[in-house]
């Protein structure tokens, strides 16, 4: 039994800069977690993920702007976000695969948080 509980959405200006927190309760520490996000419209999407070891996977459109990073004694994992722009508006989803699956996809992840908003304006 796991449960995710994202924090840290709003709304920033466009170029600024904002970090999603995501503490994952549970008995077992989680090996993979992600971070997904969905717009209206569109399929929900990768944006980063982390293993236990810190190694990370990027989407295309978050490589150079946003960072993954984890504290695995808080069973929390971070998204820093920079330079963002108005397309980086949708709702944010943090995502748990204690089944290992690499990289992390829509359907390999076992649990997920309800999702935080994060809206930047122009």
């Known amino acids: 039994q796991v449960q995710l509980v994202e924090s840290g959405g709003g709304l920033v200006q466009a170029g600024g800069s904002l970090r999603l927190s995501c503490a994952a309760s549970?008995?077992?520490?989680?090996?993979?977690m992600g971070w997904f996000r969905q717009a209206p419209g569109k399929q929900r999407e990768l944006v980063a993920g982390?293993?236990?070891?810190?190694?990370?996977y990027y989407a295309d459109f978050a490589k150079g702007r946003f960072t993954i990073s984890r504290d695995n004694a808080k069973n929390t994992v971070y998204l820093q976000m920079n330079s963002l722009k108005p397309e980086d508006t949708a709702v944010y989803y943090c995502?748990?695969?204690?089944?290992?699956?690499?990289?992390?996809?829509?359907?390999?992840?076992?649990?997920w948080g309800k999702g935080t908003l994060v809206t930047v304006s122009s």
């Open positions: 995502a748990a695969g204690p089944r290992g699956g690499w990289p992390p996809d829509n359907y390999g992840m076992d649990y």
């Open positions: 982390i293993r236990s070891g810190s190694s990370s």
């Open positions: 549970g008995s077992i520490s989680i090996n993979v």
